[in-house]
């Protein structure tokens, strides 16, 4: 079983930065691809940010230039750095990984960005 681990975000105002990262712990054998997602309550779930084992990235548009993404295979650790952050990436901002076999996910951490 693997579990994720989320740490990070909290309340910040407009054009200020959070960092979140995700832990997975367990019996991890192979992570593939690492993703951050986030929901805002009676909408879908949408990608935020993507990074493959070999570390290519992909970004949402409305995110793209202020967000990135990194990773730590040693430690199976994804990252979700946030800049200039924006009332509307206010969200509930949850992470996930793949092997070859299941996605998990982590337990959800909520960003506020005041005005």
């Known amino acids: 079983q693997v579990q994720l681990v989320q740490s990070g975000g909290g309340l910040v105002q407009a054009g200020g930065s959070l960092i979140l990262s995700c832990a997975a712990s367990?019996?991890?054998?192979?992570?593939?691809?690492m993703n951050w997602y986030r929901q805002a309550p009676g909408k879908q779930r949408e990608l935020v940010a993507a990074i493959s084992r070999g570390g290519s990235t992909h970004y949402a548009d409305s995110v793209k230039g202020r967000f990135t993404i990194s990773r730590d295979n040693d430690k199976n650790t994804v990252y979700l750095q946030m800049n200039n952050l924006k009332p509307e990436d206010t969200d509930v901002y949850y992470c996930a990984m793949f092997d070859q076999v299941e996605t998990y996910w982590g337990q959800g951490t909520q960003v506020t960005v005041s005005s």
């Open positions: 367990g019996h991890v054998v192979r992570i593939n691809a």
